[in-house]
């Protein structure tokens, strides 16, 4: 780990993370066909890591994966847990496997968890306030107050007790 220099739009940004030519280093060390590949994407709005097969002059690279979670909703910034998910990726490797399958139960289980935590919390909260356990007091805005004030001096003028 490193600090890594990154302009964005004019400004400087050191922050703590691998540096490409590690990350490359590392890659080929595992297989000296595998290639690193920055690009700048305008779906995500930054840099965004691919990594190629090398299949030789002849024949064009093939894409291996793309360092982003499975949505496609965020570029992960690049770091040394993507040599990790090669060698999860990698048919000879002895690394455990990535299952497809199994990671999208883990997440479905996840989120199912989530939403049944919210749900509960949400249940006690109105159950507290529908019990009368818990009151939502709100102040009175400010314009309500100067009106009451205005009515009860008026109601003072005319001689009752306020």
């Known amino acids: 780990m490193g600090l890594v220099y990154q302009s964005e739009g004019g400004l400087v940004v050191a922050r703590e993370a691998a540096d490409e030519s590690s990350v490359r280093r590392a890659l080929k060390d595992r297989d ?3 290639r690193l590949v920055p690009q ?4 995500f709005g930054c840099t965004v890591y691919k990594v190629f097969y090398d299949l030789g002059s002849d024949r ?13 909703t965020e570029a992960y910034p690049l770091s040394h847990a993507l040599v990790d ?9 002895r690394a455990p496997k990535y299952d497809p399958d199994a990671e999208e139960a883990r997440i479905k289980a996840e989120r199912y968890a989530d939403y049944h935590r919210d749900m509960d919390e949400l249940v006690r909260d109105v159950d507290a306030r529908l019990s009368g356990k ?4 709100q102040k009175p805005g400010l314009s309500l107050q100067l009106s009451r004030r205005r009515e009860r001096a008026k109601l003072r003028d005319r001689g009752f007790r306020v």
């Open 134 to 137: 818990k009151s939502f007091e």
């Open 32 to 34: 000296p066909r595998l």
């Open 85 to 93: 998910m090669v060698d999860r990726l990698d048919k000879n490797s």
């Open 40 to 43: 700048h994407s305008d779906h």
């Open 60 to 72: 064009p690279a093939e894409f291996f994966f793309g360092w982003w979670n499975d949505e496609m």
